[in-house]
């Protein structure tokens, strides 16, 4: 099993900035993909931006307002808010996607989420 655990989530104002934080452990071999997902109510799950061996991916929503950075030695996965809207209000959830200990194939996993609330 692989464990994400994030952290920084929380009430701002629209305009202001939040750093969420993910921490992945567990029988992890190698790592393929970390990214940041989030779920507003009543809309689906959708990907806010992804890291792939180095390189950055971003949904056109948070394109130059978001940044996502990973420690690879530390298996962290990092993703700085700016500029808030309330429309960024949603749950984050992590993601990782990578090759466990023992295992040839890839598999997934997902943090349990944390709340960003964004008010106006």
């Known amino acids: 099993q692989v464990q994400l655990v994030e952290s920084g989530g929380g009430l701002v104002q629209a305009g202001g900035s939040l750093r969420l934080s993910c921490a992945a452990s567990g029988s992890i071999f190698s790592t393929n993909v970390m990214a940041w997902y989030r779920q507003a109510p009543g809309r689906q799950r959708e990907l806010v931006a992804s890291?792939?061996?180095?390189?950055?991916t971003y949904s056109d929503s948070v394109k130059g307002r978001f940044t996502i950075s990973r420690d690879s030695a530390k298996k962290v996965v990092d993703l700085q808010m700016n500029s808030l809207k309330p429309e960024d209000t949603a749950v984050y959830y992590c993601?990782?996607?990578?090759?466990?200990?023992?295992?040839?194939?890839?598999?997934?996993?997902w943090g349990r989420g944390t709340q960003v609330t964004v008010s106006s």
């Open positions: 993601y990782w996607k990578g090759l466990q200990s023992g295992s040839s194939y890839y598999n997934e996993f």
């Open positions: 890291i792939i061996s180095g390189g950055t």
